[in-house]
């Protein structure tokens, strides 16, 4: 029964996103383009910053600039393939304003289910493969070997992030529905999560501590990092997932709490 | 006159409409300052310098660029695309007022609103933080900031009418928006001072309109001798290609969506 | 016997915050908002059955929507309970969910760049309906409504009535037992209001769903609802037929007298018709009289105005 209800999810996805495309090539294709170079100029000026302070200072935080890349690429990574999926949340607030929403209540399938993930473009997930090569060629670039139990452990981070991504992307929708605010409220949250595209180290202990075990944006760069450079020992990721199951269940409770006063739009 | 200042009046309002909102924006802001702080202390905080800069200098850079980002930076014409798009531009284009003295009220309040926030959190942030910073004492140079903190509030107005203006032509306006956004975010000098970049790249993005918004206002406030006038030259030009386009557009207006 | 919907003392507040005027209004909102409570909804209770057309009408703001939005599902009770098809509609289980459908005057489901067709077909996955009973299904909408040359058409080309016969097929494709429709002529022209109002009786006589409707056009009523509950001010003042409203709120008939030079009408009290009548046909000219009963929209409208 599970399997049937993951499978109808995930159909329904694929024609989604297949249809976004389609609807996208009866407008404007040039958008997407426009799109595309500004995240690629945005990477590269990110590297760029990097290059200029390390190009001076040898170590940062006890990491070596091709350390410090590579944990620029693995941020950049993560963070793009959450936002790729999730970007039903950009268009959130004017789906309540026009009543959309209120389809989504009434559909069998999970409302947060269409609130996130139904606007993903198919153009943004071309993008996945540059990004993914930037991490390997970054990771070959820092020394370090490129074995099979340090892309395991990557990626159960990944995964294990990528919950916790979703289950602060709820938070955020409860916040929406409530008082209508979520532009703000999801650039707030990306101006948090870029703290994790440096080491956190940066941000001293109690930095790094909030951004470990309260916000664990640390996973997103910083803990795969480490699993890579042999820093950190595995068996601590049992202790994220539990965090992750933990945020996740919270997120959905916060939901439903949200939505007992959801006043819809009048007719 | 008094209209205006009506104008004036009602952007705060609408500003205050949405509490969470500004409460948001105002914490964003913070960040903005937070994370280049966190950085350049790890990779100066120690001594020494990069090209140039101390960590002192570093942070009266920092401080500068977020007080100005306020000043200069503090908009509501990036609404205009939108309002083009949904036919809302009729209603103030209607109105017995100048429609460009319309936007730059809006901008004001935007800008006062901003500002008297800043006077809360800087003083915070300092006293967390305690960075070092310097402050000019040169009245000349006061001056000669001051006027150059005038001319980047007018380049980024026509700037942001201009862009606007685009929705005359399309539809699609967040894509350009986008772009636009991104470069500015990195050759205004909000990123990190434009001088540490080599000499060709410095070059070339002078001949943009980009950093006259933050990183020469802020060069000439710290006591550096740069010259006011390719400042006073963009200002005259884009105020004049803003003319031509918007007269363009405004013919092509179908005030459509109402 | 379950019936398909059951409420009981249906209530339903909202908070909505009290702007001052002003600047200083403004900044003194931002520090101490006033909050007003506001109730849309008050006490209402009703039973519905299987395959009945029921029509909530009233004056704009009088609750009906806030009270379909309760049956649905989307807004949760302040007070009172729910049961729609022996569910709790405010779960949305997925059981639930599959068997009712909602349409909304004025408001698009559809795929706007997308062909109609598409739409459908999405509705298909969504719902897991079998491949036979969807092309049945659709062939039987299509043909009732007529749009089977505009499925390949996208939505946004369409006219509003081709729209509007489009989303009752998306509405309707997967056979829910139970159709909402929240002022659906709304916007419409005559001839609009009219295709759709033969639709959905035909659509309730072949089969065996309900369907409840909100409307404030008297029109609507009149044609589809055998049954009417009238809402005013968040509570019900009326739950029958039809017919009977103007039996129980108008102590009055209309008498139409024609003559050559025009045509008078007289509003005479029930009791009274029958002398009045005879009193007037004593005018030699009188061509012919009409008995009538005060229309719909006069008995409504007393009504609204007197509660």
Partial sequence: MKLKVAKTYLRVWLKLTAQQFQSQVANARGAALLFIFGKLFRLGT?????????????????????????????????????????????????????????????????????????????????????????????????????????????????????????????????????????????????????????????????????????????????????????????????????????????????????????????? | MKKYLSIFSITLQEVFTYRLNMVMWRVRQIFVFLIPFFIWRAVLGGGGDIYGYSFAAIMTYLFGTTILRSLVMGSRTIDLGWMINTGALTIPLMRPFNIFKFFFIRDLADKLFNLS?????????????????FLQTNAFYLLCAMSSILCAIFIFFYINVIFGSLAFWTRDIWAPRFLLMVIMEFATGAMFPLDMLPEMWQKIMLLTPFPYLLYVPLKIYLGQNISLIPQFIWVIFLGLITKIIWQKGLSRYEAEGR | MTYTILANNLSKIYSVQKKRPGLSGSLQDLFSPIHEQKQAVKDVSFVIDEGELVGFIGPNGAGKTTTLKMLSGLLYPSAGSVRVLGFDPWKRQYDFLRQI?????????????????????????????????????????????????????????LSLGQRMKAELVAALIHSPKILFLDEPTIGLDVLMQQSMRS????????????????????????????????????????????????AKFSQHKIIEVITSSGTTTHKVLRGKVAQKAAELLKDPSVIDINIKEVEIEDVIRQVFSNK
């Fill in chain 1, 46 to 267: 990110a590297f760029l910053m990097l290059y200029v302070i390390m190009g001076r200072a040898k170590l940062i935080v006890g990491y070596t600039m091709p350390q410090a890349i590579l944990i620029l690429a693995l941020f950049n990574f993560v963070s793009n393939i959450a936002q790729l999926f999730m970007r039903g949340i950009y268009m959130f607030r004017q789906k309540v304003v026009d009543g959309t929403f209120d389809f989504y209540l009434l559909n069998p399938l999970s409302e947060l289910f269409y609130s996130l993930f139904s606007a993903t473009d198919p153009m943004d997930t071309l993008l996945i493969f540059p990004y993914l090569g930037l991490v390997v060629w970054a990771w070959i670039n820092s020394g370090f070997p490129l074995i099979f139990s340090s892309v395991l452990f990557v990626l159960i981070v990944v995964v294990i992030a990528f919950v916790l991504i979703m289950s602060w992307h709820i938070i955020i929708l409860s916040v929406g529905i409530k008082y209508l605010e979520v532009d703000n409220t999801i650039m707030l949250y990306r101006d948090l999560e870029k703290m994790a595209a440096i080491p956190i180290e940066i941000y001293g202990k109690t930095g790094s501590a909030i951004l470990t075990y309260l916000f664990p944006f640390a996973l997103l760069a910083t803990i795969p990092a480490r699993l890579i450079f042999g820093l950190y020992n595995p068996w601590f990721l049992l202790g994220f997932v539990a965090l992750a199951i933990l945020y996740l269940k919270l997120s959905l409770f916060i939901w439903s709490r949200a939505l007992l006063s959801y006043s819809s739009t009048s007719s």
């Fill in chain 3, 101 to 157: 459908s909602l349409v909304m005057g004025q408001k698009n489901q559809l795929w706007w760049d997308l062909p109609a067709i598409e739409s459908f077909n999405l509705a298909r996955d969504i719902y897991d309906i079998p491949s036979s009973v969807y092309k049945k299904m659709l062939n039987q909408l299509v043909e009732m409504l007529d749009i089977g040359d505009v499925l390949n058409v996208q939505v946004r080309k």
């Fill in chain 3, 199 to 246: 639709f959905l009786k035909e659509y309730n006589q072949n089969s065996t769903g309900s369907i409840v409707l909100t409307s404030h056009y008297m029109d609507d009523v009149k044609e589809l609802c055998k049954r009417v509950i009238i809402i005013d001010q968040g509570g019900i003042i009326y739950d029958g037929l039809l017919s009977d409203v103007i």
């Fill in chain 2, 117 to 133: 926030f800043m006077f809360i959190e800087l003083p915070l942030i300092y006293f967390v933080f305690h960075p070092p910073i």
